[in-house]
């Protein structure tokens, strides 16, 4: 609801500041989650050592079997990348996502990048996430822009999560020149 009230303000509403949404398409976003990130996330949110090794064992007990001809010719360990379907998955997947968050929050307090207001005594929103996919609200500057896309590029270089920028779609406001 809030997505959709943003972006039909964001279309509708006449300003003299131009705002945009990107809706991102992270690239095989399950399949290049980098455990060790996994791991560095959940130690930075507190969880204690203990229960980083529990979750991270569970995470890396994956194997696959190729079977040709109906033999067993190997087994394969994954040393990344989360099973979806799994039950645990997209909570790691949320894992990864909150250090997107923390260099969001970080650049928005830098006033590298700007969220978006619906009105003169409203929220400003800069983000909002679900699972895998991420709406990011900002002022339609240059220097905004650049300032996502540092973010995203610290991200990446992070996580090994890439944004797939042919899936990847942009809004303009009205007043984007």
Sequence with gaps: MVGFECLYGLKHWKRKDGSMAIKLDMSK????????????MMAKLGFSDNWINKIIGCVKSISYSLIINGEVVSNLKPTSGLRQGDPISPYMFLMCTEGLLCLLNKANLDQSISGYKSSRFGLVITHLFFTDDSLLFSRATVSYCEGIGKVLKDYALASDQVVNYAKSIMCLSPSVG
């Design 29 to 40: 976003a399950y399949n290049r989650v980098e455990w060790c990130f996994i791991e560095q």
